[in-house]
């Protein structure tokens, strides 16, 4: 550490109070960032997440006198290395002042822990794995982003990169607005073609905890060969189910079945940061009642696919293919009654050029680009 940087662990409640509210002062002048709600941070953070059955975390606060610059998190995730091997930590939530000096303390102090654990390379950023909010943004500063995606200044990723840290992957988020939605003439001949073998259906809510069951089969399968890869527990998906069932209209959750087997399937998530940006954090003392109204009374206009999934056994197939269009295409008319007028698909490895020319083809357009870094520690 240097002499005017003061490094300090996040052991306490107050501390955990200071290292989530720690972004705001960064992010007054921007009109795009989207305040997180501090209730939702301490919830994910609190050990009642059940990622923490199988990661452990440790957060930094830098300060400079009284003020604090800048925070940090290192993580160890038992189920990346039972994937992956022993040799590599995680580091996330990075936030902090432009001044290299504060990002060389708040990185060197993870990569130290991460040695302490074992590690001998360091990724990320993740908050806190790779299932949740994943990268930094390197692109697309000028729109603010979409529930459960990061934001960022532009000058992190040259704090990080004086740092030596180097691009592992880059992830792509796609635009695409619901009345541009158009498939060619040779994608509705193969799906017309399938249409008999294939079933579109609506995820039941009546039969939820076995179709959430379904879903994590089917996502753990889709990405079991993707980069970083950290499959979902039970516990993990089902908390995630039980939100989903809340904040998801019914007709925007679907299974895509073929010969009666599930085999894909899609869920939009209405974008929630339209709804939350006003609240500046604070759900108190009425900003839940402003909250509910946006999502039960006043659809957001905007949307989300964070969760899509196509089985390996169709995946470079033409099948495969088919099963992410049909299920695209089951979205169209929900958007239309919920007023939904924009899309965002997110993330998208930048390797994953079938899924990108699927994309590319029925309107969609990058618009932000977010990038995973490395370093041997």
């Known amino acids: 550490m240097t002499s005017s940087i003061r490094i300090q662990a996040v052991q306490t409640p107050g501390d955990l109070n200071h290292f989530i509210r720690l972004p705001a002062p960064l992010y007054q002048?921007?009109?795009?960032?989207?305040?997180?709600?501090?209730?939702?941070?301490?919830?994910?953070?609190?050990?009642?997440?059940?990622?923490?059955?199988?990661?452990?975390?440790?957060?930094?606060?830098?300060?400079?006198?009284?003020?604090?610059?800048?925070?940090?998190?290192?993580?160890?995730?038992?189920?990346?290395?039972?994937?992956?091997?022993?040799?590599?930590?995680?580091?996330?939530?990075?936030?902090?002042?432009?001044?290299p000096e504060v990002f060389a303390a708040l990185t060197g102090t993870a990569e130290q822990w991460l040695k302490q654990q074992g590690a001998h390379r360091i990724t990320g950023p993740f908050s806190l794995n790779i299932n949740e909010e994943s990268g930094l943004?390197?692109?697309?500063?000028?729109?603010?982003?979409?529930?459960?995606?990061?934001?960022?200044?532009?000058?992190?990723?040259?704090?990080?990169?004086?740092?030596?840290?180097?691009?592992?992957?880059?992830?792509?988020?796609?635009?695409?607005?619901?009345?541009?939605?158009?498939?060619?003439?040779?994608?509705?001949?193969m799906m017309d073609r399938y249409r008999d073998k294939v079933r579109i259906r609506p995820v039941n809510r009546k039969d939820f905890a076995n179709e959430v069951c379904t879903l994590r089969h089917i996502f753990n399968d889709a990405w079991a060969n993707n980069w970083g890869f950290v499959p979902f527990t039970e516990a993990e998906f089902t908390k995630t189910g039980n939100d989903l069932k809340f904040l998801v209209p019914k007709d925007l959750m679907y299974i895509a079945e073929v010969d009666g087997e599930p085999s894909a399937f899609i869920i939009a998530l209405p974008n929630l940061n339209e709804a939350i940006a006003p609240l500046k954090g604070r759900l108190l003392p009425f900003g839940w009642l402003?909250?509910?109204?946006?999502?039960?009374?006043?659809?957001?206009k905007t949307a989300r696919v964070p969760l899509m999934g196509v089985k390996q056994h169709y995946q470079n197939s033409r099948l495969g293919g088919v099963l992410a269009l049909l299920l695209i295409e089951a979205?169209?008319?929900?958007?239309?009654?919920?007023?939904?007028?924009?899309?965002?698909?997110?993330?998208?490895?930048?390797?994953?050029?079938?899924?990108?020319?699927?994309?590319?083809?029925?309107?969609?357009?990058?618009y932000k680009r977010y990038r995973i870094y490395e370093k041997d520690i």
């Open 290 to 300: 402003s909250l509910l109204w946006k999502l039960k009374v006043k659809m957001p």
């Open 137 to 189: 943004l390197t692109e697309g500063f000028d729109t603010p982003p979409v529930f459960m995606m990061a934001h960022g200044q532009p000058y992190y990723a040259r704090r990080l990169e004086e740092a030596g840290y180097r691009a592992a992957v880059n992830l792509l988020a796609y635009w695409m607005r619901t009345d541009e939605l158009n498939f060619t003439p040779t994608m509705r001949r």
């Open 29 to 99: 002048h921007d009109p795009n960032w989207v305040h997180p709600l501090h209730l939702e941070r301490k919830e994910h953070l609190s050990p009642a997440n059940p990622v923490f059955e199988h990661l452990e975390w440790q957060g930094w606060i830098a300060w400079r006198g009284e003020q604090a610059v800048g925070r940090i998190s290192a993580q160890i995730d038992s189920l990346h290395r039972q994937h992956h091997g022993m040799d590599t930590g995680h580091f996330g939530m990075l936030e902090a002042i432009d001044d």
């Open 331 to 366: 979205l169209k008319p929900p958007f239309v009654r919920h007023g939904i007028e924009a899309l965002e698909m997110s993330w998208i490895l930048e390797t994953n050029t079938r899924m990108r020319n699927i994309l590319e083809n029925i309107g969609t357009h990058t």
